[in-house]
């Protein structure tokens, strides 16, 4: 038996018998539309809040199921959505998810469909719930930035970090700056014994070795010029929490030692303090160096590497992420239109080619900030290429000859690629995304978007 509110909007009576029947035996309360507009009409006067989950068919005489889950987003209603659609209408469904759909069914469904996205949902709200709570309890400020993926690559860090936070190990997380290591590290706090506990972060490389010293280990009174008072470390703070050393890598050999004994001792001494402190910490060390080649060059002390490194993670960049872009762009761009107060919606397709196609050295962080910049400068409801500051550099070239040799868009390369492959082995998808090296749902994604069905593919 389940706990909770489901709407139900289908114009097909069928279907709403049907739902009605498997909902209600399992004890949900039901509240059903048999049009559009009439849902619209109870979403305006009082809102859907209270509800854990709203079915709505996509496809309806009066109104159309994309308009009411736009609706629903503007109206920043917090219930998820799940599309249910026929065959006939599956790019709906799919234009559905990238407005915001929670996810879709496709007609005619088992109730073993409906049930296990219903508990996901309720088991969604519950851990929201308890969460928010906590944050409550704590003092801690809500609105963390959350994971955005849907790739296969980073699904499977993503993955390791949730089995890895149920330890109390020391872990490394490597990658490239702007990848969101300390998003990670935040991650495994949240999901580990710790985390009713503090999650404290300090950046090594920002800070000159005798503030970071004094930042980390803290200070008794008159310990150095300046020391008037005498001041609490993140050691002390974090005691029975998580610390995050973000860019460990450069850090000094002085600090390096001090931090030693923290790892093997569980112990530190203030500075200019003769009296040890005992604390009980979990350390969480990021850094885009390659730590072994700086243990090779005896500029990283090998103990404390193993110390630190009992398990490493390696966030992937973004250009790895192909997949991830997408979803990104539109999360950084619903987050920015909503602080600008401004309806921005969308991309053009050439806007999105190039936000594809472009090799994102600067990763995620460079991401966000090309489509705050966008943002700013759009004057209508569209992101369009001139607006994204990678444009000049990375258009997205018309084909033409040069030399007898076709240029074409990446897109273009990966869209006849992949059908080559698939020609080449058959048809059989299961061993073309073998091949391609991608998981077989990336594969029939890939299909769908580059609308290789057309070309004979099935």
């Not at 799919?94 to 915001?100: D, F, P, Q, S, V």
């Not at 003769?274 to 990021?286: L, M």
């Amino acid at each position: 038996m389940y706990n909770g509110k489901v709407i139900i909007c289908d114009d097909e009576v069928e279907i709403l018998r049907y739902l009605s029947k498997i909902l209600s035996a399992k004890g949900l309360e039901l509240e059903v539309f048999s049009s559009g507009t009439s849902l619209m009409s109870v979403m305006e006067n009082r809102g859907m809040d209270d509800a854990d989950l709203m079915l709505l068919d996509v496809k309806m005489p009066d109104v159309d199921g994309l308009e009411i889950l736009q609706r629903v987003k503007r109206m920043k209603l917090d219930v998820p959505v799940v599309m249910m659609t026929a065959y006939a209408s599956i790019n709906s469904a799919i234009e559905a998810m990238k407005l915001g759909a929670y996810d879709y069914v496709t007609k005619p469904f088992p109730k073993e469909k409906i049930f296990g996205i219903l508990e996901k949902v309720l088991e969604r709200r519950e851990l929201l719930k308890e969460n928010s709570a906590l944050k409550d309890e704590l003092g801690i400020p809500s609105g963390a930035t959350p994971l955005i993926f849907a790739s296969e690559t980073f699904r499977r860090v993503h993955d390791m970090a949730m089995l890895v936070a149920q330890s109390e190990s020391n872990v490394v997380i490597l990658g490239e700056s702007g990848t969101g290591k300390e998003l990670i590290a935040s991650l495994i706090h949240n999901n580990s014994p710790r985390a009713k506990e503090r999650f404290l972060t300090i950046n090594c490389a920002a800070l000159s070795d005798t503030l970071l010293e004094s930042q980390l280990f803290g200070h008794v009174k008159g310990a150095f010029t300046g020391a008037i008072n005498a001041q609490k470390g993140l050691l002390e703070a974090a005691n029975h929490g998580t610390l995050f050393l973000d860019e460990v890598g450069d850090m000094s050999p002085a600090i390096q030692a001090k931090l030693l004994r923290v790892l093997q001792e569980g112990d530190f001494i203030p500075v200019g303090d003769t009296k040890a402190k005992s604390v009980d910490i979990r350390f969480v060390a990021a850094t885009n160096k390659d730590l072994e080649e700086e243990v090779r060059e005896k500029r990283f002390r090998e103990d404390l590497f193993f110390r630190l490194n009992v398990i490493s993670l390696h966030l992937p960049p973004l250009r790895d992420r192909g997949e991830d872009i997408e979803l990104l762009a539109r999360h950084f761009l619903a987050k920015y239109a909503a602080r600008m107060k401004r309806e921005i919606t969308d991309f053009t397709r050439e806007a999105m080619q190039l936000l594809k196609s472009y090799n994102w050295p600067g990763n995620i962080r460079e991401l966000e900030n090309a489509i705050e910049r966008a943002a700013i400068l759009t004057r209508g409801n569209t992101i369009t290429a001139e607006t994204l500051p990678v444009w000049r550099t990375a258009q997205v070239p018309e084909p033409k000859q040069n030399g007898g040799k076709r240029l074409v868009s990446l897109e273009t390369i990966e869209r006849e690629h992949i059908l080559h492959v698939l020609k080449a082995s058959g048809n059989n998808k299961s061993r073309a995304a073998k091949i391609l090296e991608i998981a077989r749902r990336t594969l029939d994604r890939k299909i769908e978007e580059y609308g290789l069905e057309d070309e004979g593919i099935r």
